[in-house]
Each structure stands twice: as structure tokens, then as C-alpha cells.
T-cell receptor, first 112, second 114 residues
């Protein structure tokens, strides 16, 4: 079936270090992958997306890497800040559909 | 630009009662989504509208859940009757169109069924 999951439920990172959040997906036919950030008591906030024909995409302090061979997606956050503390979700859009399937999330804790 | 508005913010009801949630998407956004987020899990799509038409409602428990977007703008999600397992945060999101990957979420309505 279709599913999106994450390797690590909680990730603790020292302020200023780089963070890497991983995600495994099972549907090789998905054509878009998205990362969302959700702070406590708020709805998810779009961070960055990547199309399936790309391997890498960069945004402001964030980079998403897509490895279709092993069905793996990662989000790299450079110089992690306290404001980055949140739960991060990856989501995939199966080709031919308009819906996004979310994974279970990874909590990022930034240590001062 | 105003964000996605949802109300109420919190709701506590007894099982077998009914409840309704309201969502006002960002102006001009044709696509509207309702998600259910159980504590500790990722959001699960319940229903997706394109203007006032349903695009996907495959995961909506239609025996108790209903949703409408009659004029293609505001939307309501109703649960009748509620069960204990319906306790969750109900998130509304909108996007310019179905192919837009960037969806904007509201703060959600936290429902507790006792």
C-alpha cells in the first residue's frame, strides 16, 4: 500500500549544528515530495518541495535530497536555530492523484 | 494576506453528540482540504474540494462524517454521531489549485470526545 514513514521519531541537535531529518516512502510512482514544519498548537507550514525528476533542491538554510533508488527523502537544515524546534513531516503525492500522504513526523529539539 | 481561518478552536462533546467545524480558506484558493490529525501522527486527508466539487473523499467515514463547500469558498465539516476515536485536531488547508504543492493550513480545531 501507499505509506510514508520516518526513521527517527526524535532528533536532538545542538544550536548552530546542521540537522538531517530522514523519511522513507514506499510509492515509487509519487511525483512530488514535500516537507512541512509543525510547531506546537499550529497547523503545518510548507517548507520546501521536490519533484521526482530532481535529486536535490535548496531553499533558505534548507536542502531536500531525494534518492529514488532507495526511496529515501531527507531534509537538511543548516545552522539549526531554536526556532527550528518543531515536528517535521514529509508528504508524498502519488502520481495521478491530487492528494498528499503525510508520514508520522520527526520531532526536532534544538539544544542551547 | 489573511491566512486560513478555522473555528471553533477547541470543542469538547460527549460521544453520540454532533459537532460542526467551519473553515474560511485564503481568498482565491480553489482547493480546500480537511485533514484529521490524531495526537502523535501525521495529518490524514479526509476530503478535498476543488471549488465546490469533491475531488477525493476516499478516507472520509461517510456514515458519520459529512462536508460541504456549497459556494466554493467556506466549508463545514460535520460529525454525527461522534465516537471516542474521533478525538483529534481537524485541520483545514487551502491551495491555489490541486497541482500546487504549497498548501496553507489553519490552526485547527481540537476535538475531544468524552
Amino acid at each position: 500500500g501507499e505509506s510514508v514513514g520516518l526513521h527517527l521519531p526524535t532528533l536532538s541537535v545542538q544550536e548552530g549544528d546542521n540537522s538531517i531529518i530522514n523519511c522513507a516512502y514506499s510509492n515509487s510512482a509519487s511525483d512530488y515530495f514535500i516537507w512541512y514544519k509543525q510547531e506546537s498548537g499550529k497547523g503545518p507550514q510548507f517548507i520546501i518541495d521536490i519533484r521526482s525528476n530532481m535529486d536535490k533542491r535548496q531553499g533558505q538554510r534548507v536542502t531536500v535530497l531525494l534518492n529514488k533508488t532507495v526511496k529515501h527523502l531527507s531534509l537538511q537544515i543548516a545552522a539549526t536555530q531554536p526556532g527550528d524546534s518543531a515536528v517535521y513531516f514529509c508528504a508524498e503525492k502519488p502520481s495521478g492523484t491530487y492528494k498528499y500522504i503525510f508520514g508520522t513526523g520527526t520531532r526536532l529539539k534544538v539544544l542551547a | 494576506e489573511a491566512g486560513v481561518a478555522q473555528s471553533p478552536r477547541y470543542k469538547i462533546i460527549e460521544k453520540r453528540q454532533s459537532v460542526a467545524f467551519w473553515c474560511n480558506p485564503i481568498s482565491g484558493h480553489a482547493t480546500l482540504y480537511w485533514y484529521q490529525q490524531i495526537l502523535g501522527q501525521g495529518p490524514k486527508l479526509l476530503i478535498q474540494f476543488q471549488n465546490n466539487g469533491v475531488v477525493d473523499d476516499s478516507q472520509l467515514p461517510k456514515d458519520r462524517f459529512s462536508a460541504e463547500r456549497l459556494k466554493g469558498v467556506d466549508s463545514t465539516l460535520k460529525i454525527q454521531p461522534a465516537k471516542l476515536e474521533d478525538s483529534a485536531v481537524y485541520l483545514c488547508a487551502s491551495s491555489l489549485g490541486p497541482l500546487n504543492t504549497e498548501a496553507f493550513f489553519g490552526q485547527g480545531t481540537r476535538l475531544t470526545v468524552v
